[in-house]
């Protein structure tokens, strides 16, 4: 049995990198996907590389950092009275590289802009369209930064550490919905992004720069895994896991001890401080 069969499923930034591979998994899994992206040219490859078995795939070119072009795609789909079981929100940015004081200040509103608020509005205006859905899923993607430091990239990092945050807050405030909302960590995957940080050199730090051409000279970590893993959290196996922070290439989300502990546990894979190690708790 397929996992997404019947699906209506959203996919920002689906016409390439991981957010192809999201969509890519999901057709396979059954889903009728609905790609987002900029560029209509990067959408139609997109849509000619899933298409089979007669699924009914769409695309629309939009901003997901406008709010008024992400509000025009809800009022389209819901013209079309699309039931949206699903969004994954993939689309984003690195920004500016380099110590705070010397990036433009512009490319971090920017940067913030698209990947922070982008995320948002896809949520806002398409949670109605989720509520109709019989269980509605949401998978934010996070990642660099969100889980520790991750300087001379500070634009990039605190839009993804919201994201996180926000993820925690919908996931209490659409509990009352039946809609599961979840951020995933996809690991070092290699894509677009990284060659910005080779354009911008010393700017972006040593070692990470070092650490950056190693893993593009291995290969890195395979798309395939947060694929894997997104449709792990928009299908049925894993109702009543929400508002966690999972990474895909080292949490074992795949083992059914952990995800339990993931619905049961409000503490676990989620924006804490650490505790018994930074934080220590009163005695008695």
């Known amino acids: 049995m397929l996992l997404l069969e019947g699906k209506r499923i959203v996919v920002t930034g689906g016409s390439m990198g991981i957010g192809l591979a999201v969509a890519q998994r999901c057709a396979k899994e059954g889903a009728s996907l609905t790609l987002i992206a900029r560029h209509q040219g990067d959408l139609k490859n997109a849509i000619s590389t899933i298409r089979h078995n007669g699924q009914n ?8 950092g406008e709010s008024g072009q992400v509000k025009e795609l809800a009022t389209a789909l819901g013209a079309k009275h699309v039931c949206v079981d699903g969004l994954v929100n993939c689309a984003g940015i690195y920004g500016p590289i380099g110590k705070l004081d010397e990036i433009d200040p ?61 993820t925690e807050n919908m996931a209490i405030e659409l509990k ?40 593009i000279d291995k290969g890195g970590v395979s798309a395939d895994i947060a694929a894997n893993l997104t ?54």
Not at 188 to 204: M, N, P, S
Request: positive net charge.
């Open 57 to 64: 795939h769409t695309y629309y070119c939009v901003d997901v």
């Open 106 to 166: 512009v490319d971090f509103a920017n940067t913030i802009r698209i990947n922070l608020l982008g995320t948002f509005y896809m949520c806002h205006y398409l949670v109605p369209l989720l509520r109709k859905s019989a269980k509605g899923k949401i998978v934010n993607y996070s990642g660099g930064g969100a889980a520790g430091p991750f300087p001379n990239y500070s634009a990039y990092s605190v839009s993804k550490t919201g994201i996180v945050r926000l």
């Open 176 to 215: 009352e919905y039946g809609i599961d909302v979840n951020a995933v960590a996809p690991g070092f995957v290699v894509t677009r992004l990284h060659q910005e940080t080779i354009k911008a050199g010393k700017k972006a730090g040593e070692e990470f720069l070092k650490k950056t051409l190693e893993q």
């Open 231 to 284: 449709v792990f959290l928009l299908s049925g196996q894993s109702d009543g896991i929400t508002g966690k922070f999972i990474s895909a290439p080292w949490d074992s989300w795949e083992d059914a001890d952990f995800a339990n502990r993931l619905k049961v546990d409000e503490d676990l894979a989620t924006l804490r401080r650490i505790d018994e190690k930074f934080f220590l708790r009163k005695k008695a």
